[in-house]
């Protein structure tokens, strides 16, 4: 299964579509508030909305989060397939996407079946951005080696893809079996439900190019257009190399650089300032390729929620004029 080139909804063929991450953590994620959001967003023209992962916040973590201490938000973190299925009731096209969801905290077959249920419940909506995880409190919370990062992680999304596929489902693997069963319900989606990595290190890049239907880079301070180019000329010589056509890969970007009412001095951050200033970043993303972005400023919530959706609605409206 592949994805089918388009089938992420894009505002028009010369525009990057975006999208906002949904209120998750921490004191600002309510039902109220997810549910603001998510009407608020679709009401103005966004894309999609989109929610990430995390399972614990330990007390004595056995390592820091990304040389940080972990974020104290991290103690309240609504789950992500449910809070998709809540915004799905209340919208009706703006797409739903995780970024990224552990996967190998989970079992294949529930979590496929969760996603398909998902896809079903939205009429087709469903993104599956999935990971292997990062951290070894939640793999001992999880009861999960962490050796089973990588090869394991590799059958885990062949596995989902089985389910997805017509029935009977069966696989065989190192770590992870389906006897042969009949699995519903299917996606609605031809080909099953686009699913992209989150993958970084080269390895994880390499072990992508040959499953994934797309990746999930992420763009913070550091983050400039020639650090993005070569990552994704880089990654598309790994999926020539895997035998696959790189123009039907997918490229979601993350970014955690917040809009502002200010005009952000030079160097800036990119997609970062005022909406005019990352309005002007979209035709370079454009030409390398990325044509969904979205704003996540859940980590940590450094922009107000109004704030937010003022400062998109603005960038909005220059997009569509």
């Given amino acids: 299964m592949s994805l089918v080139p388009g089938a992420i909804s894009r505002l028009d063929e010369s525009n990057v579509a975006v999208g906002i991450a949904l209120p998750q953590y921490g004191t600002i994620a309510s039902p109220k508030t997810i549910l603001r959001v998510s009407e608020e967003g679709e009401k103005m023209g966004l894309a999609s909305l989109w929610v990430s992962d995390r399972m614990l916040l330990p007390t004595k973590p056995k390592e820091t989060f990304d040389g940080d ?13 449910e809070m998709l299925t809540f915004a799905a009731a209340r919208t009706r096209k703006v797409k739903l996407g995780t970024s990224v969801l552990s996967a190998l905290f989970q079992n294949p077959v529930t979590l496929a079946r969760r996603f398909a249920t998902l896809d079903r419940l939205s009429d087709g909506r469903a993104i599956a951005g999935i990971g292997q995880g990062d951290f070894r409190d939640e793999f001992e919370a999880a009861n999960i080696p962490i050796k ?8 885990f ?52 190019a040959g499953i994934a239907d797309g990746i999930m880079p992420a763009a913070g301070r550091s983050t400039t257009i020639e650090k993005l180019s070569q990552t994704i000329n880089s990654f598309r010589d790994m999926v020539r190399r895997a035998g696959r056509n790189p123009e039907e890969i997918m490229w979601i970007l993350r970014v955690h ?31 390398l390729g ?4 979205f704003y996540d400023m859940n980590h940590p919530a450094r922009v107000p929620i109004d704030t ?7 960038l909005m409206r220059m997009i569509k004029a």
């Fill in 69 to 81: 201490p972990w974020p104290e938000i991290f103690a309240t973190v609504y789950d992500p397939i």
């Fill in 148 to 155: 089973r990062r990588g090869r394991g992680f590799e059958e």
């Fill in 157 to 208: 999304v062949k596995a989902m893809r089985a389910v997805w596929g017509p029935d009977p489902v069966s696989f065989t693997g190192d770590f992870y079996n389906i006897p042969e069963s009949r699995i519903g319900p299917k996606p609605v989606q031809p080909g099953g439900i686009p699913m992209l990595l989150g993958a970084f290190a080269p390895a994880s890049l390499e072990r992508a």
């Fill in 257 to 287: 650089n917040p809009l502002s009412e200010e005009r952000a001095t030079e160097p800036r951050a990119l997609l970062g300032g005022t909406p005019q200033q990352a309005e002007e970043d979209l035709p370079r993303l454009k030409e």
């Fill in 290 to 293: 990325i044509d969904h972005v």
């Fill in 308 to 314: 937010q959706l003022v400062l998109l609605r603005r």
